[in-house]
């Protein structure tokens, strides 16, 4: 069956980089781009970006255009988030999200807590 | 900056029908698809209604979409318990250039 899985919980300093790294397996990863999602505690959904993994083209949310960096590894399945120069509001869950062309968002991974401290 | 605009909560009983907006703009419900997610407490989002108004299988049809113009709106029918979630459309956005997610809707009192 399809699967996403992530990475484990970070915890990390302000200005700090964080990666979350994401899994795919159950079908042909070239065949589906993959998406960013965050929420912060207590909030909504955020999209960050997205990756076409059959080409690395990337596009981003220009609210984190400079910090925020996807990239694919097709040998591994895997697709990773980098997200630098964090600050405190940037402590949330980051999803990824499998993209359908028809059913959009249709498989996400369980999510990576990511605390942002001094 | 565009901005979809839902209801921040809604309140039904067991049995009864909720409907939840989605108020968009050209850039996003007016010209593209709209697909509703529901988020469990502690849980990953879920897909529930994509392009408008289809459900996966698995998604019962007591869960319904519509789209007329530059909205959007979900409605459940005979509620369940097991149906408090928050609940976000989310359709693509021309001026963020990937999906634009509403401010969700929580769903309580079953």
């Known amino acids: 069956q399809v699967q996403l899985v992530q990475s484990g919980a970070e915890v990390k300093k302000p200005g700090a980089s964080v990666q979350v790294s994401c899994k795919a397996s159950?079908?042909?990863?070239?065949?589906?781009?993959i998406h960013w999602v965050r929420q912060a505690p207590g909030q909504g959904l955020e999209w960050l970006g997205w990756?076409?993994?059959?080409?690395?083209?990337?596009k981003y949310s220009l609210k984190f255009q400079g910090r925020l960096t996807i990239t694919r590894d097709t040998s591994a399945n895997t697709a990773y988030m980098d997200l630098s120069s964090l600050r405190s509001e940037d402590t949330a869950i980051y999803y990824c999200?499998?993209?359908?062309?028809?059913?959009?968002?249709?498989?996400w991974g369980q999510g990576t807590p990511a605390t942002v401290s001094s | 900056q565009s901005v979809l605009t839902q209801p921040p909560s809604a309140s039904g009983t067991p049995g009864q029908r909720v409907t939840i907006s989605c108020s968009g703009s050209?850039?996003?419900?007016?010209?593209?698809?709209v697909y509703w997610y529901q988020q469990l407490p502690g849980t990953a989002p879920k897909l529930l209604i994509y392009?408008?108004?289809q459900r996966p299988s698995g998604v019962p049809d007591r869960f319904s979409g519509g789209k007329s113009g530059t909205s959007a709106s979900l409605a459940i029918s005979g509620l369940q318990s097991e149906d408090e979630a928050d609940y976000y459309c989310?359709?693509?956005?021309?001026?963020?250039?990937?999906?634009?997610f509403g401010g969700g809707t929580k769903l309580t009192g079953l």
């Open positions: 159950g079908y042909t990863f070239s065949s589906h781009n």
């Open positions: 989310a359709p693509w956005d021309d001026t963020l250039g990937g999906p634009l």
């Open positions: 050209s850039s996003n419900i007016g010209s593209h698809n």
């Open positions: 392009r408008n108004d």
């Open positions: 999200a499998r993209f359908h062309g028809l059913y959009g968002m249709d498989r």
């Open positions: 990756i076409n993994i059959g080409n690395a083209n990337t």
